[in-house]
């Protein structure tokens, strides 16, 4: 690990990208921490190998005394010495001191990648002042490759902590936030990404607008390679999609069905999850929508098992159900659906972000996550999983021409070319993208879900679920102790981020109850699902203890109280 100090009213000749980067941060030294991605220009190490570009994220800590600016200042970036293939992992820590106040730039994450030898590419780097397709944002693999692991290897102590990354919400300021099971909130990594893509939408630093597309799409590629490695899956089993309800109908539109085959749904599902399913039937398409039947509020496998047969063409299920947080046993359920040869499909938008859930364990053949949950990127871009051994079996549904292999030269070469015909015939790789619409895409939505995903992987997703589960059994306890009905199962093994729970029978009195807490500015929801559900709380790795305090400060306070009816009831809640 190298360390730099930076004296009183030293000043140092920097890159463009370091001083904008630094200059972000200490002009707003009340302001949350903020994570930066930047490359460093290639120059030589002081082993005589060439030093390449670091993809890296900066977590900036808030100064030791707010309020105070800090003087202008910059600040040199590492050179990190790449002269193998294999790209180098980095950890940097950095401090600055003016007066009595302390900068602490702890953590530079990253995975070292290498400028290919390309004369465009050498361009780039030897001026860094230019913000062409080596700038911040650039993913083209002809001039970096880069690694994201799924834990990024650096030191224990350098890992950013699930409490820690509260700071990384500017959002939360202000309310008590727990209802990510509704739409979450963005992190500053999130919204840094999405203002330099704007930045680079607005300036089309390219040669030409055709790189500049490119450019723009190559973007994309980080939230795939994020989602890979939270997921334990290869990049080509990943696409990006615009939601949940994208992902469920491109499974329903995808899967070959025949007249005869049923599908089974439980009954605790969010609506979607059963819309894509009734209107086959409706079509003819299947014959039936069966109903796994609830117990009291959990989904055992035997409820699968009671309506599952070899007529059985799917199971649909949320490996965690919206209005209890029961957590279905996926490992279980995929082995019922292999022995009588369904097709297991998955809703993970209600766990991906907060719990560990591997692919392959589970035998999953689709999963769908909306990134606007438990993910915290609320921008409309998604994942879809298509396990590798099932793509085959699946029809493609929609032909994009950026789902085909890149042709020579690439898709600028490839216009350019006077011999090319609109009509021939077009092979599409047989991977997750091919289910992709495979046109212009939303490039902010992306662009925020990779640097999200990358905050989840950064943290690492066991910390992340160690800390979720600690706050809702905390809560749980504590709920039960205040005496209110708890609707959540008592079982740690299906237990998840959501803990809901009743004041009375009376769903009116628990609305009422609802609108006092929102009236105090802490955010949970109202859910039901075939008779189970209440008031619904989420606990995120973003909460800590303070959060249930506030919580529970009010549970005790206004349940000893007869509340009066609740309002007129908003529009348009979402799940």
Known sequence: MTSISIEKNRTIALPVW???????AITRPAAPPSPWRNRNPTSTGTDGAAAHSTDAIVYAASPASSGRRLPKASLSGPATSCPSERPANTAVSVSWTCDALEWNCASILGSAGRYMSTERGAKAVSDPARRSAGSALSTDPGRVAMRHPRQMPVGENSRLDARAARDLFPGLAGRTFLDAACVSLAPRTAIDAVEDFLHLAATCEERDASLHHVAMDRLRGRAVREGA??????????????????????????????????????????????????????????????????????????????????????????SVQWCNGYRVDLAALGRLCRDCGALLVVDAIQELGALALDVRRAEIDLLVAGGHKWLNAPFGCGLLYVNRETLPTLD?????????????????????TPAITPVRPYEFP????????????????????????????????????????????????????????????????????????????????????????????????????????????????????????????????????????????RPGASR
């Open 430 to 569: 047989r991977v997750a993208k091919s289910f992709e619409i495979n046109g212009t895409a939303n490039y902010p939505g992306a662009v925020a879900l990779g640097a999200s995903l990358a905050l989840v992987n950064t943290i690492g997703v066991d910390r992340v679920e160690a800390h979720v589960l600690g706050l809702a059994r905390t809560l749980y306890e504590e709920l039960d102790r205040i005496g209110v009905r708890l609707v959540t199962r008592p079982e740690d093994a299906v237990r998840s981020g959501i803990t809901t729970f009743e004041v009375s029978r009376d769903q009116a009195e628990n609305e009422a109850f609802l609108e006092h807490l929102l009236d105090e500015r802490i955010y949970v929801a109202l859910r039901y699902s075939s008779g189970v559900g209440g008031i619904r709380v989420s606990t995120h790795y973003f909460n800590d203890e303070s959060d249930l305090e506030t919580l529970l400060g009010a549970v005790r306070r206004l349940s000893g109280q007869r509340l009066a009816r609740p309002r007129a009831r």
């Open 396 to 416: 493609q549904a929609s032909w994009g021409y950026l789902g085909l292999a890149e042709p020579d030269g690439g898709w600028p070469r490839y216009f350019a």
């Open 18 to 24: 370091v001083s904008r980067t630094i200059a972000r």
């Open 229 to 318: 490695a939270l997921l334990g899956a290869s990049v080509d089993e990943i696409a990006l999609i615009e939601s949940t309800t994208h992902g469920l109908n491109i499974a329903a539109q995808t899967i070959p069905f025949e007249p005869g085959d049923n599908v089974v749904v439980a009954d605790l599902e969010f609506l979607q999850v059963a819309i894509p399913w009734v209107k086959l039937q409706e079509k003819g398409a299947i014959a039936e929508v069966r109903t796994a039947r609830n117990v009291d509020g959990a989904l055992p496998v035997e409820s699968f098992a009671e309506v599952v047969d070899a007529g059985t063409k799917a199971v649909v299920v949320s």
